[in-house]
T-cell receptor
Framework: GENVEQHPSTLSVQEGDSAVIKCTYSDSASNYFPWYKQELGKRPQLIIDIRSNVGEKKDQRIAVTLNKTAKHFSLHITETQPEDSAVYFCAAGNAGNMLTFGGGTRLMVKP | DARVTQTPRHKVTEMGQEVTMRCQPILGHNTVFWYRQTMMQGLELLAYFRNRAPLDDSGMPKDRFSAEMPDATLATLKIQPSEPRDSAVYFC???????????FGQGTRLTVV
């Protein structure tokens, strides 16, 4: 089955700096790579996703890149704000398979 | 605003008791996942259903856990007997397919004492 590794497990940045979270996956059949944000005490919610036919996707301060050859994808948050503080999860899957999550990254943005 | 509904939100039970958690997926979604989360990190997949059929429950301890979908509007996760190590937040999520957005419920916070 799919195995998703996520790094780092914790990340502390100063407000205004950029944050980068990286994930690797093992199953070359995976073609869907979402990122979820979970605030304290809340449910995980999708913030951005990318499919294997696209190398990069942006949505305001958030961007995701995908390298299919190397089987890794990354989340980039620019101009971080205190409200970006949360746990971020990457995941990988495809239509015929389950969605497998990485271990999560706790992002702390210091004012 | 369609949402995945989970009940109960909180459950405190004694070791050895049966626990049943329920999930109502979003109408029209045919993919349902059960995840367990401990210590605010790590979403561990327990079970995965498509069109009510269990496709993968390899992450679930079979001797005490069971997951079912009696109909398209209800998914259940049972633990019998419960143990303190089962204490966690259990999330249900639903979607159209595994390669589309998964919508999570609020979770059931289970404490086994």
């Amino acid at each position: 089955g799919e195995n998703v590794e996520q790094h780092p497990s914790t990340l502390s940045v100063q407000e205004g700096d950029s944050a980068v979270i990286k994930c690797t996956y093992s199953d070359s059949a995976s073609n869907y790579f979402p990122w979820y944000k979970q605030e304290l005490g809340k449910r995980p919610q999708l913030i951005i996703d990318i499919r294997s036919n696209v190398g990069e996707k942006k949505d305001q301060r958030i961007a995701v890149t995908l390298n299919k050859t190397a089987k890794h994808f990354s989340l980039h948050i620019t101009e971080t704000q205190p409200e970006d503080s949360a746990v971020y999860f990457c995941a990988a899957g495809n239509a015929g398979n389950m969605l497998t999550f990485g271990g999560g990254t706790r992002l702390m943005v210091k004012p | 605003d369609a949402r995945v509904t989970q009940t109960p939100r909180h459950k405190v039970t004694e070791m050895g008791q049966e626990v049943t958690m329920r999930c109502q997926p979003i109408l029209g979604h045919n993919t349902v996942f059960w995840y367990r989360q401990t210590m605010m990190q790590g979403l561990e997949l327990l079970a995965y259903f498509r069109n009510r059929a269990p496709l993968d429950d390899s992450g679930m301890p079979k001797d005490r856990f069971s997951a079912e979908m009696p109909d398209a509007t209800l998914a259940t996760l049972k633990i019998q007997p419960s143990e303190p190590r089962d204490s966690a937040v259990y999330f249900c999520a639903s979607g159209f397919r595994a390669d589309t957005e998964a919508f999570f419920g609020q979770g059931t916070r289970l404490t086994v004492v």
